[in-house]
Every structure is written in structure tokens, then in C-alpha cells.
């Protein structure tokens, strides 16, 4: 089989393929074809050296493909079942701690980015219903963030207002949740053409964060305060979000696309009330919930391109253009 390796980490040219053995599965794992896997900004910063891993690392925290193969003890998967990874592989329920956040895919373990895998039957979940792979490979990583951060952390009550930054794939899910979720959305690009796109998804209003330089004093003269903020850019935006966001609200820190400090006025955060939270993606249990309210509200993944096995490094350069809106995705069918 066909796999990928970071060797020396440090651009885009050290992401080589490599043949490797299929393996047997033990007791306890399962044996995974990988049919198709989607990028994040996480990925590139391990595939260029932004996040050093282990020499000969495995990248692509996102995979979806079957169960070809079931080990001794497995009762939770047969073969031929349609089934997803997770970012944290160890963090099945409950609280994140030091011990189940460790592992990461395709960053302090071996990731998606090869034909096969063996992996253990507690490190995966279903895919939607009617979902391809290359649909499902957008969700474990992007989908799981919004969801966690709206529906989660943010308890999201349908009336409540949203915003989100930026028309990369994590977003565009937390734009679909919320809508699904009877909320009222507000939406940045740096396009005009893109708040066009937004707006055909359910956007309710939209800025232009480039055109617009004090867009955050906007949004909260246009909304009178935003109850669930998403930031995407942490030193470009966080100073943005803390004006947009409402009295008591949420903001979720979820990204660093602008830099990864930012400066706070401080008064401003106490006397709005405003509850400041980090995360990352979330657990097995989350993400079996979210697959639940997927396959209820039918929502499809928006894919802006696909690219083939053979053309990761290809579709990690079209990434850093930023000229998509929401997920790009690599198919492994040859
Ligand atoms: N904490 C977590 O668990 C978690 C999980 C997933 C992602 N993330 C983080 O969230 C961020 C977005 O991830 P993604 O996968 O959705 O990325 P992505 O698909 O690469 O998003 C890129 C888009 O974000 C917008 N953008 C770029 N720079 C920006 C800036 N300085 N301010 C505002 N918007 C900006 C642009 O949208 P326009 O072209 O419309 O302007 C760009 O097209 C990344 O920092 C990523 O590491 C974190």
C-alpha cells in the first residue's frame, strides 16, 4: 500500500510516499482501508514543520474508510462497516485531560494518510448515513470544533445569535450547525464574492473584515451584541471579537490564521462579562452525538475541491492560496 511520511519536517517537498506492509490486526483493533481524507491548518503545519513530529510520521489527522479486516475480541465493527477517525484517538468521553489529549493523529501518532491502517476499534465512530468518504473525511477534525464550541461548550438555544470568520471549512460547519439550530448568523469574509456564498448558506449578515477595518464595532452596532463568537485569527481578530460579542457572551478560541498572540483590553473583557474559552475538536462521545444531529438535519459538507492521493502536496499549496470556501478533500480511489 500507498502511504505518506513527513521526513525532516520542514516544507512541503519532505512529504514523500512510501510503500508499506498491510498489517494484520490484533486483538482489539480493526483493519481500516482509507478511502479519503480532508486538510486542516493543522495539517499543514505538520506537513511544513510548524508543528515538529516524529521523523517519518504518518500525517492527516481526518480519515474515512471501511473495516476490511476485524481482530480477535472486536465486537463493535465488522466488515465492511463505513467508519471515521478521531483527532484525539484516546479521548473517548467525558473532560479532556493530559492522558487523553496526548495522542494526536497525524501529529504524536501516525495519521490518515495511507491506504490501510490497523487501529484500535475504540479510535473510530460511523459515518452520517448517506455520507461518501469524501464527505465524511471533512468532519472529525472542522466539523467537531463547531459543534463542540456552538453546541457543547456555547449551549446553544435556537434565537441565539452566531458569528463566524471566515469561509474555511471549520466555519462553514459552525455556520450549518447554527443554522440547524434556529440561531441568526453573522459572517466575515475577506471576499465580496464569498459573503455571497455565505448568504446563499443562511448567512443572515455579512462584513467584509478587509474593507472594513473597525468590522467589529459593526458587527456590534448591527446586532447590539453577538452571543456566540467563533475566532479564527486570535491576533487579527481577537480584539474584533471582544467588541462584536455580547454582553455575557461566548467567544470560543479556536484558531491562529492571523498570528498566534493577541493584545486585550482588559476592563473591556470584565465589564461585558465575557466568557473567553479555548478549545480543541473533542471526543468519541461528541462526535457520535454530532453524527446523530448530521444524519437528522441532513447537512452536507461543503466541498470546495478534491484533489487525489497522489496530489497532497498540490492540494496543501491550493490551501495556503485561501481561495476556498470550506473543505478540501483528498480521495484515495485510484
Ligand atoms: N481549536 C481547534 O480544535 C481547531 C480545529 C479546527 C481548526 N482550527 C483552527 O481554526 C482555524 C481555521 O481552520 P480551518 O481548517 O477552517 O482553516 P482554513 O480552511 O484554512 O481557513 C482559511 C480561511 O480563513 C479565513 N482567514 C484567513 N486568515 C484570516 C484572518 N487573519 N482573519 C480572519 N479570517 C481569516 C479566510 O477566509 P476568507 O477567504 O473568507 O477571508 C481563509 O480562506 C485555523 O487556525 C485552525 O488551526 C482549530
Not at 512529504?15 to 491548518?41: C, F, H, T
Not at 496526548?102 to 473510530?124: F, N
Not at 450547525?177 to 464569498?194: F, L
Not at 471582544?242 to 484558531?255: D, H, P, Q, R, Y
Request: with cysteine; glycine share 10%; proline share 3%.
Amino acid at each position: 500500500m500507498q502511504c505518506y511520511q513527513v521526513k525532516k519536517t520542514g516544507g512541503l517537498d519532505n512529504l514523500i510516499i512510501v510503500d508499506s506492509k498491510v498489517l494484520e490486526p490484533l486483538a482489539g483493533q480493526v483493519l481500516v482501508r482509507w478511502r479519503a481524507s480532508s486538510l486542516n491548518y493543522h495539517d499543514y503545519m505538520v506537513a511544513v514543520g510548524g508543528i515538529p513530529c516524529e521523523d517519518g510520521r504518518v500525517p492527516m489527522s481526518d480519515g474515512a474508510g471501511e473495516v476490511v479486516a476485524v481482530g480477535k475480541g472486536v465486537t463493535t465493527w465488522k466488515t465492511g462497516d463505513r467508519v471515521m477517525s478521531l483527532f484525539f484517538p484516546n479521548w473517548l468521553n467525558g473532560k479532556p485531560t493530559v492522558t487523553n489529549s496526548a495522542m494526536v493523529s497525524g501529529d504524536t501518532t501516525d495519521g490518515y494518510a495511507r491506504e490501510y491502517s490497523c487501529i484500535g476499534a475504540h479510535a473510530l465512530t460511523p459515518m452520517p448515513v448517506d455520507y461518501s468518504f469524501t464527505q465524511a473525511a471533512t468532519l472529525p477534525c472542522a466539523a467537531l470544533t463547531a459543534w463542540r464550541a456552538l453546541m457543547v461548550e456555547g449551549n446553544l438555544q435556537a434565537g441565539d445569535s452566531v458569528l463566524i470568520q471566515g469561509t474555511g471549512g471549520k466555519s462553514i460547519f459552525a455556520l450549518q450547525i447554527a443554522k440547524a439550530a434556529g440561531a441568526y448568523v453573522y459572517a466575515t469574509s475577506s471576499s465580496d464574492e464569498k459573503l455571497e456564498q455565505l448568504k446563499t448558506l443562511g448567512a443572515d449578515e455579512v462584513v467584509n473584515y478587509r474593507s472594513d477595518e473597525k468590522w467589529g464595532r459593526t458587527l456590534w452596532k448591527q446586532s447590539g451584541g453577538i452571543d456566540h463568537v467563533l475566532d479564527v485569527g486570535a491576533e487579527t481578530t481577537l480584539k474584533h471579537s471582544v467588541e462584536a460579542v455580547a454582553m455575557g457572551g461566548n467567544i470560543s478560541l479556536i484558531g491562529v490564521l492571523g498570528g498566534v498572540t493577541a493584545k486585550l483590553v482588559m476592563p473591556t473583557l470584565f465589564f461585558k462579562h465575557v466568557k473567553l474559552s479555548g478549545l480543541a475538536v473533542g471526543s468519541r462521545y461528541m462526535q457520535e452525538k454530532m453524527v446523530s444531529a448530521i444524519n437528522v438535519n441532513n447537512i452536507k459538507p461543503v466541498i470546495d475541491k478534491t484533489f487525489a492521493f497522489t496530489e497532497l502536496k498540490q492540494a496543501f499549496e491550493y490551501q495556503t492560496t485561501g481561495a476556498h470556501f470550506g473543505k478540501i478533500v483528498v480521495n484515495y480511489d485510484h
